[in-house]
C-alpha cells in the first residue's frame, strides 16, 4: 500500500506559477508510474501528466502540453508539478496517483490504471 499526500495548492493569479508536490510513503518500491489528475467542479477527473518512476519518462494532456512539467524526486519519493501560465481553466482540485501494479495505461494516464490515489489540493486561478 502507498500513501500519497499532496500540497502546494492555492489562489494564483491568471498567468503566474505554481508548484504542486506530492510525497508518496509506505510500499513506494512498488511504484512503476505517478500521475496527476485534476477535477473542476461539475466536470469528471482528467489526467494531466503522468511520469514514469524508473527513467522519468513523462506525458502530458493537450491542455497543459507546453505550460506544466511533472519531475520526481526518488530519493525523497516525491513527484512534483510545475505549472506555468496558469489559466481560470485551470482551477481545480488536483490529485496525485500511483500504480503499484504495473499497468501500462497509466503512462498514458488511464485513471483506472492507478490503484492509489491522495486527497487533492486545490488550485485555483483568478482572472
Known amino acids: 500500500q502507498v500513501q500519497l499526500v499532496e500540497s502546494g495548492g492555492g489562489l494564483v493569479q491568471a498567468g503566474g506559477s505554481l508548484r504542486l508536490s506530492c510525497a508518496a510513503s509506505g510500499r513506494t518500491a512498488s511504484i512503476y508510474t505517478m500521475g496527476w489528475f485534476r477535477q473542476a467542479p461539475g466536470k469528471e477527473r482528467e489526467f494531466a501528466a503522468t511520469i514514469s518512476w524508473s527513467d522519468g519518462g513523462s506525458y502530458y494532456a493537450d491542455s497543459v502540453k507546453g505550460r506544466f512539467t511533472v519531475s520526481r524526486d526518488n530519493a525523497n519519493n516525491t513527484m512534483y508539478l510545475r505549472m506555468n501560465s496558469l489559466k481560470a481553466e485551470d482551477t481545480a482540485v488536483y490529485y496525485c496517483?500511483?500504480?503499484?501494479?504495473?499497468?501500462?495505461?497509466?503512462?498514458?494516464?488511464?485513471?483506472?490504471?492507478?490503484?492509489?490515489w491522495g486527497q487533492g489540493t486545490q488550485v485555483t486561478i483568478s482572472s
Open positions: 496517483a500511483a500504480d503499484t501494479a504495473f499497468r501500462p495505461l497509466a503512462r498514458l494516464g488511464v485513471h483506472s490504471a492507478y490503484d492509489s
